[in-house]
């Protein structure tokens, strides 16, 4: 039995290495993830999260360092590890000219789903991803967020314990994407972990904890609102005011004003001090007169985390 098993973590990597000749693609990452949790794992294109992915799941052999998935080596137990995991991309691996209920059949034969078990998994999986009225309407003809569903269902008709989506609801709806979260939350409860992969910051929301890697390295580890709080360097103001343009213009060559950005309707305005720079907007709006609906001091969104965290690597390593 390994270490991360004996710990209850479904999946632990340490100083995780993984190099192309002299380019280095992942840089001495380390993480747990315990059962059950919603893992997220961001960053931008290009960052090394596909890479981290691909060694979870024993398709690339890391450099060097040390990593487990569900309690198996990630250099030696690549085969048993894929048996034990499931994985869905944003391309969603599905055949459009299978009905959803041969789709399903053929991820069980793929996944090697006993003969036995493959009636009561296929009406599991149509049950849980809200297919059992379409399990004869052939796959193409879903929309998108049905499509979703059902690649979902597809990476977990063997019961994985570990479960991989990597940008899983790119390309759907908003509410598709909400409903869809639904449905991760109840794999969760029933004991599945979950690493997932996004680019919308709201759903890095709805993650248990969260990592941020750049450039190959992890520069920050935590649960969101912890991850929020530790942005120390993000005094912020939401600006609301009756001409946006205007108002950047004039607020931005303040002194003590480091940043300003559109955020929805208003805007996110980073500051040194914010009392002192709150008075210098009021007072320079007022001399404009562009009438302030709202000024008010806020906690940074992930977005700002995100982008805050980015700048400061960028800082330390231009």
Known sequence: MTLAAQNGFAL????????????VA??????????????????PNGAGKSTVIRMLCGLLTPTSGW????????????????????????????????TVEENIEFFSRIYGVPKE???ERREYVLRIA????????????LAGGWKQRLALGCAIVHSPPILFLDEPTSGV?????RS?????????????????????????????????????????????EQLKRDLHSHKLLQLDTADLLGTMRAVEAEPG?????????????????????TERIRRVLDQKHIEIRRLDAIQPSMEDVFVGLIEAEEQKNP
């Open 130 to 141: 809200g297919l059992t009225d379409r399990r004869s309407t052939l796959t193409r003809l």
């Open 26 to 43: 992942v840089d001495h990452v380390s993480f747990q993830v315990s059962k059950g949790e919603i893992f997220g794992f961001l960053g």
């Open 180 to 224: 869809f979260w639904d449905l991760i939350y109840q794999l969760a409860e029933g004991g599945q972990t979950i690493l997932v992969t996004t680019h919308y910051m709201d759903e890095a929301e709805y993650c248990h904890r969260l990592a941020l890697i750049y450039r190959g390295k992890l520069i920050a580890l935590g649960q969101p």
């Open 173 to 177: 709806d908003p509410i598709a994407r």
């Open 117 to 119: 078990r493959r009636t």
């Open 67 to 98: 990593g487990a998935v569900a309690g198996l080596d990630v250099t030696k137990d690549a085969e048993q590890i894929r048996k034990n995991i499931g994985y869905m991309s944003q391309k969603f691996s599905l055949y459009d000219d299978l």
């Open 12 to 23: 632990e990597i340490r100083d995780l290495v993984k190099t192309f000749g002299d380019f």
């Open 257 to 277: 004003v480091l940043d300003v950005a559109v955020f929805g309707a208003g805007l996110h305005v980073t500051v040194e001090d914010l009392a002192a720079a």
